[in-house]
């Protein structure tokens, strides 16, 4: 079973308008961290976002929000008033617990493309 | 001022050949990571290191052996290059206890295998 699934190939969103990229996460361990990366068609990964699994809000970071639904182990990312150059792929992931070995790595998604429309 | 950088951020070599990739980071973090991102956008984990100690190696031929002389430094080394290693490979660093384990990913560099 996939540990990550982003059920969205692909989305489009016009200019200045929100917009929610989908998560979905599947973990038996209590401690756990999510997080969304953004990689433009430059190729670098950027860090955008992170919440872990005991935090009580939702994690937000400017225009980024993080909608979290720990009993429906969902994990969105809202963009709000998109930009031009918020086009590209988005990848969600996960950090699962802090024993052995599984701390040590990210489980990615197969990731969104987004793409905004002026 | 760049905080995790590979080299190169090209290769083109041919099928055979052996070739490294080398890794650094100056943000004074502990762990250490490669990952291969394959033709459909898809990213996993190859090899961490924690503090100069392999801690994942997964399921990753051996043909690729990483080198870690010390905490700010990861590379990784593939010998007899097959077509199928063309892909991007990152590089990512992470303080295992601090920042929420956040990784910071190099540039990465594109292996193309003739």
């Known amino acids: 079973a996939q540990k990550i699934t982003q059920t969205q190939p692909g989305m489009f969103v016009q200019e200045k308008e929100a917009v929610t990229l989908d998560c979905t996460y599947d973990?038996?361990?209590?401690?756990?961290?999510l997080f969304w990366y953004k990689q433009p068609s430059s190729g670098e990964m950027i860090f955008l976002i992170y919440?872990?699994?005991?935090?009580?809000q939702n994690a937000t970071e400017g225009r980024y929000s993080l909608n979290f639904q720990k009993a429906r182990k969902s994990a969105n990312l809202v963009i709000s008033a998109s930009q031009l150059g918020d086009s590209a792929m988005y990848f969600c992931?996960?950090?699962?617990?802090?024993?052995?070995?599984?701390?040590?790595?990210?489980?990615f998604g197969k990731g969104t493309l987004l793409t905004v429309n002026p | 001022d760049t905080a995790v950088s590979q080299t190169p951020k090209y290769l083109v070599t041919q099928m055979g050949n052996d070739k490294s990739i080398k890794c650094e980071q100056n943000?004074?973090?502990?762990?250490m990571y490669w990952y291969k991102q394959d033709s459909k956008k898809f990213l996993k984990i190859m090899f961490s290191?924690?503090?100069?100690?392999?801690?994942i190696n997964e399921t990753v031929p051996n043909r690729f052996s990483p080198k870690s002389p010390d905490k700010a430094h990861l590379n990784l080394h593939i010998n007899s290059l097959e077509l199928g290693d063309s892909a991007v490979y990152f590089c990512?660093?992470?303080?295992?206890?601090?920042?929420?384990?956040?990784?910071?990913f190099g540039p990465g560099t594109r292996l193309t295998v003739l």
């Open positions: 992931a996960m950090r699962e617990g802090y024993s052995g070995g599984s701390n040590y790595k990210l489980t």
């Open positions: 290191y924690n503090n100069k100690e392999l801690i």
């Open positions: 943000l004074g973090h502990d762990t």
């Open positions: 990512a660093s992470s303080h295992r206890l601090a920042g929420h384990g956040t990784q910071y």
């Open positions: 919440q872990g699994s005991y935090d009580q």
């Open positions: 973990t038996s361990d209590p401690s756990y961290g």
